[in-house]
C-alpha cells in the first residue's frame, strides 16, 4: 500500500537541542511540503521541494531546515532557533501534473512535538 | 498578502445540508482544494476546482467562481462522522499552497 509515512509520532525537545522528523514516501510523487499546524489552526508551510536536490521556503521558514536527497524523502530538522516549536507537523506529497490539474495532496499522520 | 477566510465554526442538524465558504487573495491562482481533518488526524483531500462551476462527489459538492475569487464546499445528507474541521486550500504557484484557517463542522442529532 502506496502512503506517507512520518516518524516519531511524538517527539520531546529539550532547549538548545536540534531535532529531526522523518518523512518517507512510496507514492513516487515529485512534490513534497511540511507543514506547522498550531491548536485550532490551520496549516503553515514551512519548506517544499518540487524536485530532488531542491527545495524553497515557505512562510514560516525561520528555525527550520530541510533536505531532499532522495525522491522518497523529506526530513525536517527544527533548530534551536526556532523559539516556538510546540506544534503538529504534517508532511505532504503530491504528483506534480501541471497546472489546472488536480494534484491532491497525501499527508502522513504527523508528528507532534513538545517542549521539555 | 495572500490570505484565505473562512467561517471558523459553523454548526448543523444531521440530515441536513450545510454550505461552507471560502473568499481568497492570493498572488495567483490555479485551482482551489478542499480537505477534510478529524481532530487528531491528518487531512484529507476532498475535491479540486480549476474552473469555474460545480463539482459533485457523492454528498460532497464544491463550488468556483474565479471572478468573485469565491467558492464553498456542500455537504448534504449530514451524517455525525462528517463533524471535523475543513480546510479550503489554493494552488498559488506550480508547486505552493496556501491554506485557510479551518471551519470546525459540529454535527447535532
Known amino acids: 500500500d502506496g502512503g506517507i509515512t512520518q516518524s516519531p509520532k511524538y517527539l520531546f525537545r529539550k532547549e538548545g537541542q536540534n531535532v529531526t522528523l522523518s518523512c518517507e514516501q512510496n507514492?513516487?510523487?515529485?512534490?513534497m511540503y511540511w507543514y506547522r499546524q498550531d491548536p485550532g489552526q490551520g496549516l503553515r508551510l514551512i519548506y517544499y521541494s518540487q524536485i530532488v536536490n531542491d527545495f524553497q521556503k515557505g512562510d514560516i521558514a525561520e528555525g527550520y531546515s530541510v533536505s531532499r536527497e532522495k525522491k522518497e524523502s523529506f526530513p525536517l530538522t527544527v533548530t534551536s532557533a526556532q523559539k516556538n516549536p510546540t506544534a503538529f507537523y504534517l508532511c505532504?506529497?503530491?504528483?506534480?501534473?501541471?497546472?489546472?490539474?488536480?494534484?491532491?495532496?497525501?499527508f502522513g499522520d504527523g508528528t507532534r512535538l513538545s517542549i521539555l | 498578502g495572500q490570505s484565505l477566510e473562512q467561517p471558523s465554526e459553523v454548526t448543523a442538524v444531521e440530515g441536513a445540508i450545510v454550505q461552507i465558504n471560502c473568499t481568497y487573495q492570493?498572488?495567483?491562482?490555479?485551482?482551489l482544494s478542499w480537505y477534510q481533518q478529524h481532530d487528531g488526524g491528518a487531512p484529507t483531500f476532498l475535491s479540486y476546482?480549476?474552473?469555474?462551476g460545480l463539482e459533485e462527489t457523492g454528498r460532497f459538492s464544491s463550488f468556483l467562481s474565479r471572478s468573485d475569487s469565491y467558492g464553498y464546499l456542500l455537504l448534504q445528507e449530514l451524517q455525525m462522522k462528517d463533524s471535523a474541521s475543513y480546510f479550503c486550500a489554493v494552488r498559488s504557484s506550480a508547486s505552493k499552497i496556501i491554506f485557510g484557517s479551518g471551519t470546525r463542522l459540529s454535527i447535532r442529532p
Open positions: 492570493t498572488s495567483g491562482f490555479y485551482g
Open positions: 507514492l513516487n510523487h515529485d512534490a
Open positions: 505532504a506529497s503530491s504528483p506534480d501534473r501541471g497546472p489546472g490539474i488536480s494534484q491532491p495532496q497525501h
Open positions: 476546482n480549476a474552473l469555474d
